[in-house]
């Protein structure tokens, strides 16, 4: 639909099989930022569509805001317009306190923070559409993992109240929160304090959906809004 | 009532009237932990009441989980016993992301992290009791500090697992969420990014409690859990 979307986590979990299903949409331009080098995955997106330029660029969403601002300045200096941000870095491992909370939350909004620059109506900027992944947890913890359902919440919250923001900045936001997804993610990680060693097994037991699913499901959220 | 309490930031706000507060009710220890060093508070606190020692450490709640160790070790250790560890820092500056969060949420979940060494069952441990102050806006953003709002959600969200934790772990919890309550803090805060210069203004006009108010049914809440 000749839009340019920025996906922070594009070649993640959830996030690649987003990426593909964002490239049947026909964007005009899909700029992921990841942590992840992943070469071949981002090949297969390449490969999708030819309309729309694929292109990465490194980025760890824990450094400090000015960095976050001088990344994004050089996509809106070549872009000149971008109408999404797709905020998804995420990790789940309740042994890793502070990673978990600078990555899920401060990250995300370090991000946020920095694209106002650009998209802040306040300061002559068109507006834009933010796109935060939440997770069922922000709702209804998994107790097993505090520490990530916490996290979570933060990001539910710090949404809405973006949300609520949007006729100051011209800048509307939404959050998706997926359930229990077949991730890398959920089929091993840490409990907090190992409270409960078993915790990703016992997850599977209950209904879940793949990468895939979830995807598309996220994909048809973001038309809509 | 005999018990020891540990209080961080104990000093604050709300903590000063919550410390007086809790000494009426004839505890053993009070240990407050506090970034700030409110000499005048402190002595006043030592004159409520003679049967209650009360003690100071300076303790920043953004240390390294095993600075925070370190300082509950000797606490401790001159002790023995601590029954209850109230987690009150918190600052609302939405123009400091980092430390919003670092203070709010990971400050208050790597003491709770620390405390559990000595407390937790499986460890051969005592159990005890962990009260953390959220804010009503865990529940509803003041969406002009989405930022500090997020991380209220945090806690309210991490809290309520801890909680569901106390069969394994031994170790009870529950939040306590003020309204708006007339702190020093109210009297001037920043917005995220400006987005409501007279956000605190504005929230006066709303019906608010007095830090005194706040504390006494504070106390009451840790009486009654």
Known sequence: K??????????????????????????????????????EGLCALKEICPETKVTFIKYDVTVPLDESKKVLKKIFDKLKTVDILIN??????????????????????????????????????????ICNIGSVTGF??????????????????????????????????????????RTTLVQKFNSWLDVEPDVAELLLEHPTQSTKECAENFVKAIEKN
Not at 99 to 112: D, K, S
Request: glycine residues 12%; proline residues 2%.
């Open 2 to 39: 000749g839009k340019n979307v920025i996906f922070v986590a594009g070649l993640g979990d959830i996030g690649l099989d987003t990426s593909k299903e964002l490239l049947t949409r026909e964007l005009k331009n899909l700029v992921i930022l990841d942590v992840r080098e992943n070469t």
């Open 88 to 129: 998804g870095a995420g990790i789940l491992d309740d042994h890793k306190i502070e990673a978990t909370i600078a990555v899920n939350y401060t990250g995300l909004v370090n991000t946020t923070t920095a694209i106002m620059e650009f998209w802040d109506k306040r300061c002559g900027g068109p507006g834009g559409i």
């Open 140 to 181: 209804n913890a998994i107790y097993q993992v505090p520490v990530y359902s916490g996290s979570k919440a933060a990001v539910v919250n710090f949404t809405s109240s973006l949300a609520k923001l949007a006729g100051i900045t011209g800048v509307t936001a939404y959050s998706v929160n997926p359930g229990i997804t």
